[in-house]
């Protein structure tokens, strides 16, 4: 009767954990009329790059990130010249980390893990911050994505 009990919780606490784990981060949960910030994340001893994605471009960040794919918490890699993008939302108060095929999502008591493997959203942000970019910088991070 004990196993049956545990057996019991267990489905219980699985089927909660599996609801938890099916929401997604889409454009419904996240305002896509409020600012959302991008900043290239490098160290090179100058101010990163930062700018705002457009209406348009805010709803096709959201479908992107949408489609991801979740994972097992992964650690970001912090290594010294590009470290991805770090995009900031306000509603809600979000921290997107895009980096190498992977993307993070941090806010108040929330982190999220996905695989990005075709790089899509960080050729995304690549491309929206173009206008912001000189473009040697340009080139070198557009030949970089995906050399994971």
């Known amino acids: 009767m004990r196993w049956l009990t545990q057996l019991f919780l267990l489905m219980i606490f699985c089927s909660v954990w599996i609801g938890c784990a099916q929401q997604s981060e ?7 009329h409020d600012p959302v910030s991008v900043q290239l994340d490098m160290t090179a001893g100058v101010p990163p790059p930062t700018w705002q994605l457009s209406t348009a471009q805010r709803s096709e960040f959201f479908t992107i990130l949408q489609q991801l794919t979740p994972l097992e918490a992964k650690k970001a890699v912090d290594n010294l010249g590009n470290r991805g993008f770090i995009v900031t939302t306000i509603n809600p108060a979000r921290t997107i980390r895009v980096q190498q095929g992977f993307v993070w999502i941090i806010g108040d008591n ?3 893990v996905f ?34």
């Open 26 to 32: 889409s454009g419904s949960s996240m305002a896509t």
């Open 110 to 112: 929330y982190e999220r």
């Open 115 to 148: 695989s990005d493997p075709n790089n899509d959203l960080e050729r995304f942000l690549l491309l929206s911050g173009q206008p912001s970019l000189e473009p040697g910088l340009y080139t070198i991070l557009e030949k970089g994505i995906g050399q994971n």
